[in-house]
């Protein structure tokens, strides 16, 4: 592979475009003949081509071929990085176990753990490089991984480098998570504070110092951790200024959403038995609702989380695949705009902005990332489509577009 490096510049100017609608950020309409111009990797015009000054003329020309332009898509809830897989447990669930049976068998993320922790840096990048290929392929230009099966300092160390050296390896703008607060390592079984005081003032401190946290989450549920428990650890990012996030209410309604917006949470996310009261509470601290309907399918969930509600009260809705070797072994964020859609009935224009604008803010990204604007770094994608409805209407096609990610041309 041609390292990201060596990739052919995409400075210039680029044109025969048309833009998706929003993709000039929030409420803009579809540009059917624009032209976006790059220099040093950055956009400096972005408009109708009718409008292109003379002075931004100049330079290598770039021919869009009429495709259809978005924003690069974002994946704002990844656990990336891990070893093994558990395909094992999804034919016990479908003999008949529950995804909390599995757990307290001894199976889910500890099973995952045990698998992390016995695989080298190397291995667990190896591993990683064709999961992030397979996302860039379909437009992804910035993605958050986050740790959580390692839990301890070491390990969790171990998954959080490795996901530095993925986004430095392949170009692309990654935002760590630190989950310690996953669930209960094997060895501190009926040990649940003492544990979480490690996560606090130990392994938190430790790795925000290495520079290696760029928010935490917690999973705040009956088989993770107590609602107690999640402010403890949102304390202690307060005092380290890591923004927080949090796994709520997937399984049960335990009235972390509310504490999440309470210590200004980026986001929450799953939230399929989230109340009224965690949605106004979302609304006013400004919390995105990440949705993520893989994990919905795969556990062949019927909860739907309360896609009316949070549109009526105007909580923006993120899209995301969740990626993870338990409950959503998915590597098609593309696939997930579709079962928003068909799932969840959000609509196209929905979808899109859950995959940029929205998840974009949902990392603290939202200066930067998910709209096509002038200073920012130069991430588009060229897709070879006829309408912004198929971007979310194909099952499984892979519609191999042109993406322009961190100013480099990355696929043609
Ligand atoms: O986002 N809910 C907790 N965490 C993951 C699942 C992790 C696993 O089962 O390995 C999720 O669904
Ligand atoms: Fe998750």
């Not at 704002?76 to 070893?83: I, K």
């Given at each position: 592979m041609t390292p990201f490096a060596q990739l052919p510049s995409a400075d210039g100017v680029w044109t025969d475009l048309r833009l998706a609608p929003e993709a000039l950020g929030e409420g803009s309409t579809a540009v059917d003949d624009a032209a976006i111009v790059v220099q040093h990797g950055h956009i400096v015009w972005v408009g109708e081509r009718r409008a292109l000054p003379a002075a931004h003329a100049q330079g290598p020309q770039h021919a869009g071929h009429g495709a259809l332009v978005t924003p690069g898509l974002i994946d704002?809830?990844?656990?990336?990085?891990?070893?093994g897989q558990r395909a094992n447990e999804f034919a016990m669930r479908l003999a008949g176990a529950s995804y909390e049976e599995v757990a307290r068998a001894g199976g889910g993320i500890v099973s995952s753990v045990r698998a992390t922790r016995a695989a080298s840096e190397d291995e667990l990048f190896a591993l990683a490089a064709p999961r992030l290929q397979a996302l860039l392929n379909e437009g992804v230009c910035a993605i958050e991984i986050k740790s959580g099966y390692g839990l301890s300092l070491e390990h969790e160390r171990a998954q959080l480098r490795v996901a530095r050296r993925l986004g430095e390896h392949f170009g692309v703008t990654v935002r760590t998570t630190f989950l310690g607060a996953h669930a209960l390592p094997p060895e501190y079984a009926g040990r649940s504070q003492a544990y979480i005081d490690t996560v606090c003032h130990e392994m938190m401190p430790a790795l925000a110092a290495e520079g290696l946290i760029d928010a935490v989450d917690v999973f705040c549920e009956t088989i993770g951790f107590s609602l107690a428990e999640t402010e403890q650890v949102f304390r202690a990012a307060q005092r380290l200024s890591l923004p927080v996030k949090l796994h709520a209410e997937q399984l049960s309604d335990m009235g972390g959403s509310a504490l999440a917006a309470r210590y200004g949470a980026l986001s929450c996310d799953h939230i399929e038995h989230l109340s009224d009261a965690g949605i106004a509470a979302m609304k006013q601290a400004g919390t995105v609702a990440v949705l993520l309907p893989g994990a919905y399918y795969f556990l062949r969930d019927t909860h739907l989380p309360p896609i009316a509600a949070l549109r009526a009260a105007g909580v923006p809705m993120a899209v995301s695949t969740d990626h993870n070797p338990g409950t959503s072994p998915t590597l098609s964020l593309l696939l997930m705009l579709n079962m928003a859609c068909t799932l969840f009935r959000l609509t196209v224009p929905e979808a899109v902005a859950g995959v940029t604008r929205h998840a974009a803010r949902a990392l603290g990204l939202q200066h930067s990332h998910g709209q096509i604007a002038v200073d920012q770094p130069a991430n588009f994608v060229l897709w070879p489509l006829g309408e912004v409805a198929e971007l979310a209407y194909w099952l499984g096609q892979h519609p191999q577009p042109t993406v322009v990610r961190q100013g480099r041309i990355t696929s043609h």
């Open positions: 704002c809830h990844t656990h990336l990085v891990y070893g």
